[in-house]
């Protein structure tokens, strides 16, 4: 009886289960439609998560540290919410409107992925029937399809080297449209407040945020566009594949495989994505460091005669064998981890992922799929191939999108490394500056100072009112100056070194900020530096004379060949012309010329500009004093102010007033009598050559009192 009763209650689950399958193959249709839609919107859904930082794990620290910001403390980069705040204000500057070249280019770049990927599904199709022709044995039918393969191959070949080439374009339009930006702010543009410009100077001097500006500019430019521009191919072409694959791949073997192998991905994904180290902070890394090795090299050039002379080149080379050294240790250390995350990472997307796939593409060959019609040897080889080449398309695909993660944390450290260059530029040009500051600047009342901002009005004199002489670093070198200087006044400015003679001509060139009290001042473009060692640019011997000017500039202003070298012979250098190879000669002038003629020939570039000032910093400390006077009187004759440094007595009697430093934050301002001055500096040279004789008179005249 129990037997029995047994026997029917399970005759009767097997009713209830086939009934359910036939109800469920009667309304599969639709619950397949269900199903791919909740696929596609969970691809997005998981995609649009992941990049938004709600899966941080690519690049993400872990609590680790990164590089160092401009306070010194660890700057965490990763790919989060600051990485896409970022990286969406870079967008604005290289994908300026919808109608830019940039945004065509990527529409072009779309239209494309799609296409590959349409081919890629054409393609898959084609390869299970070729194979199907070959185990069917026919012959006809098999060269057909191999003839449609070669027929294909043409759009195929075609849109995998467009897509290349536009994604290149993509780069150089990116970083055109980002380097163009940066050197607006970094070297201003016409009509630009001196307040605003000089960015280059203030980053390199009033700012400790940037050491190597240059590399910025260059190198980390390069790389972010070439990195934003691959990360668009490597990350929407995966996604759409991953979307038409998957769905075409339900059609043959049914969405209840698609979503089993969607869940066994995505738990194997959160697994690999914990694992991935910190791919961005070490981007961001070995761009600091590669920076500053390039930085070590630059002042070995820079400061090659002074190492030569001290024979320094052991220092030098233990130095820049540090830098090296550290950024080889880097390398080593992400090399080793991309190691075992690249085994990782195989091991899980190419040969765990396939092995899945591979089942799922059996399950046509070896269960009855509700709805599907039965099919011949051929068939089931056919739909075997074709599924196989789709998973692995999608297995692929996916693992590109997971590949690509590890590219975005790159990205985000060339992005970290952009994003502080315009960030510090930005703030350079609103005056607020990040440095590190002396011991006395960080209390009492120079702390107060260095909060506030003085006034700057534009006036034809200079005019000092309270003014103190702050350096970068917060040293208080004079706590208020004040003085007027006028029109056609030459001003002699002397005292010790540090003791703020240079940082005086830095303000009036709006090149330091003023803390307090009010400047009177004409424009910065009225004045012109000649230091002790003056700047020759790269060009011609003209370009020497007339710098910042070009040859149409010196068109425009009615000056030709022969005027420049009526000026040249004024500094006694008419010669050089014949001498060189003519106005068009190209050097590296800085080595064809000596000291002295480098100073004439920026006393050549004063007289042709002939600003309403000129700043004097030892700019004839090379010269000899008839050459010297000649300049001055010139200068004189063409109504040049000039404010000169220099310890040159023979210079006093150009000048009219004198600003005396006394090294320990006071000063004198007083008109220069250059005749008493210079009979006063000849009386104490003579009591100074006295006293040197006391010592011996004393010794003389104790051995005389000993003999007597």
């Known amino acids: ?118 081919i890629s599904l054409y393609v898959a199709a084609l390869d299970g029937k070729i194979v199907a022709s070959l185990v069917r044995a026919q012959p006809l039918e098999f060269f057909w399809n191999i003839l449609r393969w070669l027929i294909v191959a043409v759009p195929a070949t075609w849109t995998n080297s467009w897509l290349s080439y536009i994604q290149n374009k993509l780069s150089i339009s990116y970083r055109t449209r980002l380097t163009e930006e940066v050197m607006k702010q970094y070297l201003g543009e016409d009509g630009e407040p001196t307040s605003q410009g000089k960015v280059y100077y203030k980053i390199a001097n009033l700012d400790d945020r940037i050491k190597n500006a240059d590399q910025m500019i260059t190198h980390d430019i390069q790389r972010f566009s070439t990195h934003l521009a691959a990360i668009y191919s490597n990350l929407a072409k995966p996604v759409l594949d991953v979307i038409l694959y998957n769905y075409q791949l339900s059609q043959n073997v049914g969405a209840e495989g698609i979503i089993g192998l969607t869940f066994f991905v995505q738990l ?59 950024v080889i240790e880097h390398e080593h250390r992400v090399l080793q981890r991309r190691w075992w995350f690249g085994c990782v990472e195989e091991g899980i997307i190419k040969w765990l992922w396939g092995s899945f796939g591979l089942v799922l593409c059996a399950i046509p060959a070896f269960f009855k799929i509700p709805g599907a019609q039965a099919i011949d040897l051929g ?177 425009r202003r009615g000056v030709d060949d022969n005027e420049l070298r009526r000026i040249l012979s004024v500094v006694q250098m008419g010669h050089i012309v014949e001498r060189e190879g003519g106005w068009d000669a190209t050097k590296e002038w800085r080595e064809a010329l000596s000291g002295g003629d480098q100073q004439k020939i920026a006393w050549a570039r004063l007289f042709y500009h002939n600003p309403k000032y000129a700043v004097l910093d030892e700019a004839t400390s090379l010269v000899p004093t008839d050459i010297e006077g000649m300049m ?36 004198v301002f007083t008109k220069l009598d250059a005749e008493k001055r210079l009979a006063l500096q000849e009386e104490k040279q003579a009591l100074e050559a006295k006293l040197l004789e006391v010592p011996k008179m004393r010794m003389r005249l104790a051995e005389l009192q000993a003999l007597t």
């Open 1 to 118: 009886m129990a037997t029995f009763s047994s026997l029917r209650l399970s005759t009767a689950s097997n009713e209830k289960v086939v009934k359910f399958f036939e109800m469920y193959g009667k309304h599969r249709p639709a619950i397949q439609r269900v199903l791919n839609s909740t696929f596609i919107v969970y691809v997005l859904f998981a995609t649009y998560t992941g990049l938004s930082g709600g899966s941080s794990g690519v690049g993400k620290s872990r609590g680790k540290k990164g590089k160092k910001d401009g306070k010194g403390k660890q700057e965490r980069v990763a790919v989060d919410a600051v990485f896409f705040q970022r990286l969406k204000a870079i967008l604005r500057i290289v994908i300026p409107g919808i109608r830019s070249k940039e945004a065509l280019l990527l529409l072009m770049h779309s239209s494309l992925l799609i296409f590959r990927t349409a």
């Open 268 to 326: 194997s994904a959160a697994l690999l994505r914990y694992m991935t180290p910190p791919f961005g902070m070490y981007t961001a890394l070995s761009a600091q460091m590669a920076g500053s090795l390039r930085h070590s090299h630059s002042r070995l050039v820079e400061f090659a005669e002074e190492i030569a002379f001290m024979r320094g080149e052991e220092t030098e080379k233990m130095l820049i064998e540090r830098e090296y050294a550290a």
């Open 379 to 555: 068939g089931r080889t056919e739909g075997f191939v074709t599924n196989r080449r789709l998973l692995l398309s999608s297995s692929d695909a996916f693992g590109r999108v997971m590949y690509s993660y590890k590219d975005l944390a790159e990205l985000a450290g060339y992005t970290s490394r952009v994003s502080l260059l315009l960030e510090t530029m930005k703030d350079v040009r609103e005056g607020k500056f990040d440095k590190a500051l002396v011991n006395s600047a960080a209390k009492g009342d120079s702390a107060e100072l260095l909060k506030g901002r003085g006034k700057v009005i534009a006036s034809e004199d200079i005019r000092f009112e309270n003014v103190p002489i702050v350096t970068p670093n917060g040293d208080v070198l004079v706590r208020r100056l004040s003085f007027h200087i006028k029109r056609g006044q030459n001003l002699l400015i002397v005292g010790p070194n540090g003791c703020g003679k240079s940082s005086l001509f830095r303000i009036l060139g709006g090149l330091w900020p003023v803390y307090d009290g009010v400047v009177h001042k004409p424009a910065a473009s009225d004045f012109i530096l000649i230091p002790q060692r003056p700047y020759l640019p790269l060009g011609t011997l003209r370009d020497q004379v007339i710098y910042p000017d070009a040859k149409e500039d010196m068109d």
């Open 632 to 667: 001055m009187e010139y200068a004189t004759k063409l109504n040049i102010t000039l404010l000169t440094v220099s310890h040159r007595p023979s210079l006093w009697k150009y000048h009219a007033l004198i600003l005396h430093y006394d090294g320990q934050g006071g000063y």
